[in-house]
């Protein structure tokens, strides 16, 4: 096993905002409560909320987006009931020319589509923020408002009307008086809205366009925005990439060839599928939704033993279903990249929310023991990154690889300037053509490593039986007490070797800290905004973030925690599941554990306050 | 090329009972890549589990013996991988017909160009004699010794109304008639499904090859049978208890799934490059 030394990845490995390493400065907390100044690198926040089904997903990206063309950073948290209509969705985005982490809990500007938002949230806002709704949609009277708060009456039924507008472009509205009332310009939406709509003609351009500038018209004459404490500026950086988790994944896999997907749609894993389908003509990919899980793990199976690199995602209810087939790419030795978007459970349990509850489910999955490799990336760029690597340990080892996500990562939305270095597609061990088709070829030849290269279907030579069965070096039937024992040692002797090729653990902050938290997965976000607060107030804290789970960095993690002053683990489970995994790997225990299962992500207020009382 | 017979033998004996129909199969299926022009190696035979999902081991070319039930979208993604490969899917009655239900339905209405092989012997035989979907009603084993009170599966009225290109019966006691059925299969442009009745002679006591014999009819020696005819080929599957029909019951050309694919268009999916997902990424911006 290789050695890692800690102390190297400490140094290597620090706050990063996922744009790179190398980068020990901690920027600067970009939120204090109240007031909030755009051009000392703070941030603005914006909400809107409404009823389920009322546009605010998409209204809510166009926001986002009219900040990432400003070359700003965003941030962006959706929540949404499951169902289609009714019910309250809200999109909370976050904007600031600094680097941003995570949510925040805190609105300066609340858009108001109905009167739930106002009830949910106006708690929320900060003490000189503003609330925007419709007079005629919903009454807010002046005293429910807090002190400070301003409000912003502007009927958007009534503009549209007024401009000869559908009713669906209200939000259109909406959008323009609050980009307005951030002072804010309008080009970027304009252009969006071009971009948008430029299938639906010239006409449906124009006219939301129109309802748009009308909104940004009205604030401007009816309000007086420089008097509004919060506003934003485009920066002269260039336009930055804003997607969400499940597209990070879903890039990263064509970006590392993987040109078969196949799914059954389930929250909130279904997005993979809409993105990898968008692009199938143009990157030369098949997408195939199947009938239900079992057969879309199948199919992913039966196009990687043909050959073409191949991926399937799920959540938690569909992953059981594709249990029996894991175990069988183990014995059979196909490689296998799958995608797990965790949502509460059990059962259906809560599939719109999100949890780090699946874990030790992942960790044991399948039945009888395997080789496998798991790896929970803690934003879009690790993501994006680490499922190219995904690909390449599945076809080197010819083992399944389990990436573990969560709804908070996989729908978020995070800006991005760029992916960095492009990874090497390594295929793996593919025997040459030799001999005749009629020899058998020993597929699962016993060797040194546990790897034995494989031939494809359709090579002149190289004919063998892919078997779920145990089975002998040439893939037939044998259950003799010596082939099964070395078959089965072989398979798991894989796992040491790519032991020592696994990258270091990843871990952020100083060396020095009073206190060290263990997270792992989307859990990393607020953490590191909880450790910038912490920081700006003199509070030294760290952070190891393990991003491959299985094999486990047994050793590194047990020299950190063995360091660390008192260790703090935070994960989105009840039975502290990365804590039992590090019991079972290295004797160690946890000092304090901050847990939640409520199905809402970590805000870094509450880990902030959490690490203080521990203090 | 044609394969000769003795180049598709493997180094192992099938480990089927004395007298098993999965030997009939077997012999038809060697037969019929003997009598075609596709090279040994473009040969996939994707299996499930079950006494007759052991076939790959026992036919020299390429083989995936994969789980109960599950051949058929396993098959479909090594079809959509390398469509140059003629993939034959291979199980018993319980694994397609059972288990495996939704997919052996699903699959028929891809239209993939494949043949899926079900050796139909009415019993579980691997797990020692239990009722299968396709037991006639009534019929007694251990795991329904006061005979089943469940209506069998008509799996011909399945795939024709699912949408199978393909509907054929063969018998496993009639290797020639067989054989011939395996070819048309194979050279059948979409998804070809081949029931075959195949006596278990360690369980199966009632459906045995003098049952089987006494009863089965070839539809081809039928004039009036029309095969582009939904309603006929219901017609004919209705039959079972005084006459069994053997032969193709319904076939219909329609584009196959592979053939609808633009991505497909310029050759086998494992053979092309990847594209560079910049573009994509910019549009983000």
């Given at each position: ?180 009332l ?6 970027y ?69 993987c040109?078969?997907?196949?799914a ?6 279904s ?34 033993y043909a ?11 569909g ?46 999955a ?11 990336p803690g ?9 190219q ?11 399944p ?23 090497e ?22 060797t040194?490593s ?24 040439v ?8 082939m ?37 997965g ?42 660390a002053?008192?260790?703090?683990l ?46 | ?108 209405r ?8 079900v ?57 020639q008639h ?15 499904i081949?029931?075959?009745?195949q ?76 594209v560079?997902?910049?573009?994509v990424?910019?549009?983000l911006?």
């Amino acid at each position: 096993m290789k050695e890692v030394v800690l102390e190297k990845s400490t140094q290597t490995r620090v706050l990063s905002n996922g744009n790179g390493h190398a980068n020990t400065e901690i920027s600067p907390e970009p939120q204090p409560e109240g007031t909030c100044d755009f051009n000392k690198r703070r941030c603005v926040t914006w909400m809107v909320g409404g009823e389920a089904g009322s546009g605010i997903n998409s209204t809510g990206e166009l926001f986002a987006r009219c900040f990432t063309r400003g070359g700003l950073n965003v941030f962006a948290y959706l929540e949404y009931p499951s169902l289609i209509r009714g019910g309250h969705n809200s999109y909370h985005i976050r904007v600031s020319p600094a680097p941003l982490y995570s949510q925040i809990r805190t609105i300066d500007l609340l858009l108001c589509l109905n009167r739930e938002t106002f009830d949910l949230h106006h708690d929320d806002v900060t003490q000189n923020g503003g609330i925007i709704f419709d007079p005629e949609d919903l009454e807010i009277l002046e005293d429910e408002v807090k002190d400070g708060v301003s409000w912003f009456p502007v009927p958007f039924g009534k503009i549209v009307k007024e401009n000869e507008g559908l009713d669906v472009m209200r939000n259109m509205v909406a959008l323009g008086a609050s980009l307005a009332l951030l002072s804010y310009p309008l080009n970027y939406l304009h252009d969006l809205i071009k971009h948008q709509f430029e299938d639906k003609g010239e006409k449906v351009v124009d006219l939301n366009i129109k309802m748009a500038k009308a909104g940004y018209d009205y604030m401007n004459e009816h309000f007086d925005p420089s008097k509004f404490p919060h506003h934003a500026k485009p920066t002269e950086e260039p336009a930055r990439m804003l997607l969400s988790g499940n597209q990070a994944f879903s890039y990263g896999a064509m970006a590392a060839g993987c040109k078969f997907f196949a799914a059954y749609p389930m929250t909130p894993a279904s997005s993979t599928l809409s993105v990898f389908a968008k692009h199938d003509e143009e990157l030369g990919i098949v997408v195939r939704q199947t009938e239900d899980e079992l057969s879309a793990v199948l199919h992913t199976i039966g196009a990687s033993y043909a050959g073409v690199r191949a991926m399937t995602a799920t959540s938690g209810g569909g992953f059981a279903l594709m249990n029996e087939a894991l175990s069988m790419a183990g014995i059979a030795e196909v490689p296998l990249v799958l995608l797990e978007v965790q949502r509460p459970g059990p059962g259906t349990g809560m599939p719109t929310w999100t949890s780090q509850g699946d874990l030790q489910y992942v960790l044991n999955a399948g039945h009888d023991e395997f080789p496998k490799l798991i790896m929970a990336p803690g934003d879009v760029k690790e993501a994006y990154q680490m499922i190219q690597h995904a690909f390449n340990y599945a076809e080197r080892y010819h083992i399944p690889v389990i990436l573990v996500s969560d709804k908070y990562l996989s729908e978020s939305l995070y800006s991005v300037d760029d992916f960095g270095e492009k990874t090497e597609i390594d295929r793996g061990p593919i025997a040459a053509e030799t001999g005749k088709i009629d020899e058998d070829f020993p597929r699962y030849q016993v060797t040194d490593s546990g790897i034995s290269p494989r031939t494809l279907p359709g090579m002149k030579t190289g004919r063998y039986v892919s078997n779920s069965y145990e089975h002998n070096e040439v893939g037939d039937l044998e259950e003799t007490p010596e082939m099964r024992t070395a078959q089965h040692a072989k398979r798991l002797r894989k796992i040491e070797e790519l032991k020592t090729e696994l990258p270091p653990v990843n871990v952020y902050g100083p060396d020095e800290a009073v206190l060290s938290v263990v997270a792992w997965g989307s859990t990393k976000a607020p953490v590191l905004e909880a450790m910038r607060r912490l920081a700006k107030q003199g509070i030294t804290v760290n952070l190891i973030h393990p991003t491959y789970l299985y094999p486990f960095p047994a050793e590194e993690v047990k020299s950190f925690l063995k360091k660390a002053k008192k260790t703090l683990l935070i994960e989105g489970n009840h039975n502290a599941q990365l804590g039992q995994l590090i019991r079972q790997e290295t004797l160690l225990e946890i000092d304090e554990k901050f847990l939640q299962w409520d199905g809402r992500p970590f805000y870094p207020g509450e880990i902030v306050e959490k690490i203080k009382s521990l203090l | 090329m044609a394969i000769e017979l003795k180049s598709l033998e493997s180094n192992t004996f099938p480990s089927w009972c004395p007298g098993c129909g999965d030997y009939g199969i077997w012999m038809a299926i060697k037969q019929a890549m003997t009598q075609m022009d596709v090279p040994q190696e473009n040969y996939v035979v994707v299996s499930g589990i079950g006494c007759g999902s052991k076939m790959p081991h026992w036919i020299k070319t390429f083989g995936f013996h994969t789980l109960h039930g599950r051949p058929a979208p396993l098959a479909s993604g090594v079809k959509l991988a390398n469509h140059d490969l003629n993939v034959i899917i291979v199980g018993g009655d319980g694994d397609g017909y059972g288990i495996g239900l939704g997919h052996f339905t699903h699959l028929m209405r891809r239209n993939h160009n494949l043949l899926y092989i079900v050796e139909n012997n009415q019993v579980y035989g691997l797990t020692t004699g239990q009722t299968s979907p396709t037991s006639d009603e009534g019929y007694c084993s251990h795991s329904t010794p006061h005979g089943t009170l469940e209506v069998p599966v008509n799996p011909i009225k399945i795939a024709v109304s699912a949408g199978a290109t393909f509907v054929a019966r063969g018998f496993s006691g009639d290797i020639q008639h067989l054989t011939s059925l395996i070819k048309q299969g194979v050279e059948h442009k979409g998804t070809a499904i081949l029931d075959v009745l195949q006596p278990c002679v360690t369980f199966n006591k009632k459906n045995t090859y003098q049952w089987y014999q006494e009863r089965v009819r070839k539809l081809e020696e039928d004039k009036s049978h029309d095969i582009t005819s939904k309603v006929e080929a219901f017609k004919a599957a209705e039959e079972w208890e005084d006459r069994i029909n053997v032969g193709l019951y319904y076939q219909e050309d329609r584009p196959t799934y592979e053939d609808q694919l633009p991505q497909l268009q310029k050759g086998p999916l494992v053979d092309q490059g990847v594209v560079d997902v910049g573009p994509v990424l910019n549009r983000l911006r």
